[in-house]
């Protein structure tokens, strides 16, 4: 078996996953560039087994992906659309030589689309958070959010990641809601990764608090011409003093990694400066039953994209423990440093799926279980 990784040279992504396959006694994987599909490096052949991993973190990646002459500034949020765009293209380059892909860029087009994503989970009756039609701005989000009697949501692009440019809002009464304008103070809070300036809008670190609306609105709508996802703000549990979710690594179709993420605010991204929980502490609170059909749920979520070697859930469970909804499917959600799932870390785990034979099975088992079909994720 031989490996090929689309990739960032250098970057951990491709590095830990080269050691696993380097400790499994396979060949060293080939490492295509993602800069060399982008301008014109042929395609991996047929018979390859090729792994697509993240474009993201290179700024020639970045200005290649958007056809920009020009590079962004550092965290500077411009563009997702065409990015998206070129990801959706670069993915159709990759498969054009007729290697087999471990990720299937059909699978990539929808899950780096929260919008598509959100309607292929609900289709399948999976438990997501409600969401809003299409808006175009901040007035049309506000008199959405009060149509629909909603004081909470998280106003999310279509095609972020990382929590960049999330925003957790939270906007006065319902009847409010639907008369934009000034607001006393408190009336109108968000917080969000990004930074509001006269120029740009750039991704940090650190997260922010707006109170003012008109910079609240003139952030939504900066972002809406590259599209905007915008879902109910459900009530997160808790563990001690801090609200949590966990990352669910699936891979063939199996619920295998776990991570808890624990926060004291609304965005539970680790990188943000968050906390890894007690995963054991979570399942005690849960209990075994709620646990159970929460796993099972990540396996559904898995055979909706049965040309994924691997997808990463974002799982809530909500106030009382009881019921559990799936925030977000990612693409690439495999980066799990130090988290081991019978002493494999995650990248090893992909590389025992398909030694043992494990990956073909399921992928056969999907197609069986849909008729043949590409997507079989029905309840």
């Not at 670190?205 to 703000?233: C, F, K, M, N």
Request: proline share 6%; hydrophobic share 45%.
């Amino acid at each position: 078996m031989r490996l090929t990784v689309v990739g960032n040279a250098g970057r951990r992504r491709v590095e830990m996953f080269t050691r696993a396959a380097l400790a499994a006694g396979l060949p060293r994987p080939e490492v295509l560039p993602w800069v060399d599909v982008l301008t014109g490096a042929a395609p991996p052949p047929a018979g390859a087994l090729v792994r697509v991993d993240s474009p993201g973190q290179d700024p020639q990646v970045d200005q290649l992906l958007r056809r920009s002459a020009t590079a962004t500034r550092p965290g500077e949020l411009v563009g997702l659309a065409d990015a998206y765009a070129g990801l959706v293209d670069g993915m159709a380059r990759v498969a054009a030589g007729g290697a087999e892909l471990l990720n299937q860029p059909d699978d990539v087009a929808v899950l780096c689309d929260k919008r598509r994503c959100h309607a292929v989970l609900s289709a399948a009756g999976l438990p997501v958070p409600a969401a809003l039609p299409p808006v175009r701005g901040y007035a049309e989000l506000r008199a959405e959010m009060a149509a629909a009697g909603w004081t909470r949501v998280f106003v999310k692009p279509a095609h972020g990641s990382s929590a960049a440019g999330v925003i957790a809002l939270a906007v006065g009464s319902p009847r409010a809601a639907g008369r934009p304008g000034r607001h006393r103070c408190g009336r109108v809070h968000a917080v969000t990764t990004i930074e509001h300036t006269p120029q740009a809008l750039f991704n940090s670190l650190r997260l922010r608090r707006y109170t003012d609306e008109s910079q609240v609105a003139a952030i939504v709508d900066r972002l809406a011409p590259d599209g905007l996802h915008v879902e109910r703000w459900l009530p997160k549990a808790g563990l001690g003093d801090r609200v949590v979710d966990v990352r669910v690594l699936v891979v063939a179709g199996r619920p295998t990694h776990a991570v808890v993420r624990a926060a004291r605010g609304p965005l539970t991204n680790l990188h943000l400066g968050n906390a890894r929980g007690d995963l054991a502490e979570l399942r005690a609170a849960a209990g075994v039953r709620a646990w159970s059909a929460a796993m099972e749920a990540c396996e559904r979520v898995g055979a909706c994209f049965p040309g994924s070697l691997h997808v990463g859930v974002d799982l809530m469970f909500l106030v009382g423990w009881r019921r559990h909804a799936v925030a977000e499917v990612n693409a690439f959600g495999d980066l799990l440093p130090g988290v081991l799932h019978d002493g494999r870390d995650s990248y090893a785990e992909q590389v025992h799926a398909l030694t043992s034979g494990r990956w073909q099975r399921w992928r056969a088992s999907v197609g069986a279980a849909s008729g043949g079909e590409q997507v079989a994720c029905a309840a």
